[in-house]
């Protein structure tokens, strides 16, 4: 047996997100039906974490077990001849039979964009949320540090189904910061974890400081424990991508 890690890259328009779901097109679905054939047998491919339905990766990481001793470079030609064009995997490596994508990563790194000129060009419009109205952006700029450090993230998360098993809300967020690049709008932020559509509803938060409906008071109040304040607003899906996934070896 050996473990093969690599990193997958996708456009998730198309996609209901990285999980398998019976009767619809996800991403972790479609690479263990492919890996299935080459392995000749049904295969569980691990991934670093869940993306959303329309949420895009550089990098997400993912590994899978098999038997075949095909070469890794042969292995990664061979599956992407059989993907579908937006999907793609690169830096296929064989690593230690244990090793978990998930349980074993450092931190993640994700980045949200919001296209802010009047007119969003249609080959922009899957990857960027448009939003051409007013906004502080020295505002948002300010706000975004205030969410570094350890926290209960549950007024920026949204439900779910593992809730009922008691797993921690809490997370580390190592940097969390707002640039311009050109007409994109860029929110960049790096943690431990994340939560359901954490950073969308980061980013939600975010913008509505921008539009003077919260204050920095506000962001803060959403990280205290048993605050009761509910989650939202959230951001809509395809403005935001997986950039990275950190590992200590």
């Known amino acids: 047996m050996r473990r093969l890690r690599f990193e997958v890259s996708y456009e998730g328009t198309d996609f209901h997100g990285w999980q398998v779901q019976p009767g619809l097109a996800t ?7 492919i890996i299935s054939g080459v ?14 339905a329309g949420v895009h990766a550089y990098a997400q990481v993912a590994a899978v077990t ?27 490596t064989e690593t230690q039979i244990h090793f978990h994508p998930r349980f074993d990563a450092r931190c993640k790194t994700y980045e949200y964009r919001i296209f802010r000129d009047e007119i969003c060009p249609p080959f922009e419009q899957r990857f960027v949320c448009h939003y051409p109205y007013p906004l502080d952006e020295e505002a948002i ?12 993230f549950t007024a920026y998360a949204a439900a779910d189904h593992r809730d009922s098993e008691k797993f921690s809300r809490v997370r580390r967020i190592f940097s969390s910061e707002v640039t311009r690049h050109g007409k994109q709008l860029v929110y960049r932020v790096t943690g431990s974890g994340f939560l359901k559509h954490m950073v969308r509803h980061i980013m939600g938060v975010l913008v509505e400081v921008g539009k003077a409906n919260l ?33 200590d070896t």
Not at 68 to 79: E, G, K, M
Not at 141 to 152: K, M, T
Request: aromatic share 4%; net charge negative.
């Open 39 to 52: 392995e000749g047998k049904l295969v569980h491919v691990a991934g670093s974490g869940r993306t959303d």
């Open 27 to 33: 991403i972790q679905g479609i690479l263990e039906e």
């Open 141 to 152: 700029r300010q706000a975004a540090p205030l969410l570094i450090g350890e926290h209960d």
């Open 215 to 247: 204050t920095n008071e506000d962001v803060l109040a959403r990280l205290q424990p048993n605050c009761g304040i509910r989650p939202g607003p959230s951001m809509p899906p395809q403005g935001l991508f997986l950039m990275s996934v950190e590992y």
């Open 66 to 92: 098999l038997e075949n001793r095909i070469p890794v470079d042969n292995f990664r030609r061979a599956v992407n001849r059989l993907l579908p064009h937006t999907i793609r995997i690169d830096k296929v």
